[in-house]
Nanobody
Framework: QVQLVESGGGLVQPGGSLRLSCAAS????????MSWYRQAPGKERELVAF????????NYADSLEGRFTISRDNTKSRVYLQMNSLKPEDTAMYYC?????????WGQGTQVTVSS
């Protein structure tokens, strides 16, 4: 059974940092590209960052301005999102995601709130 379990969210002040983690199980993690998405209240879910199966290729939403870094550890079946210089507009539920055989797999999400 495929599982994606996010952790690491919380309340942080503007300018702070958080590191999100997604623990994957039930599939051959190293074979799949992984992504982080986020959804703010009243807004559509949007792609934040993407990492290839090997971890050698990454891509980010233009709006992030280089503040976030996605990485993965295939030996631990985990994907991470390091978020720096957080802004109130980064407040959202953050989801781990991958696509396989015409199916979309999502985690349950972890809430990030940026507020003073």
């Amino acid at each position: 059974q495929v599982q994606l379990v996010e952790s690491g969210g919380g309340l942080v002040q503007p300018g702070g940092s958080l590191r999100l983690s997604c623990a994957a199980s039930g599939f051959t993690f190293s074979n799949y590209a992984m992504s982080w998405y986020r959804q703010a209240p009243g807004k559509e879910r949007e792609l934040v960052a993407f990492v290839s199966a090997s971890g050698t290729s990454t891509n980010y939403a233009d709006s992030l301005e280089g503040r976030f870094t996605i990485s993965r550890d295939n030996t631990k079946s985990r994907v991470y999102l390091q978020m720096n210089s957080l802004k109130p507009e980064d407040t959202a539920m953050y989801y781990c995601y991958f696509y396989s055989w015409a199916r979309h797999y999502w985690g349950q999400g972890t809430q990030v709130t940026v507020s003073s």
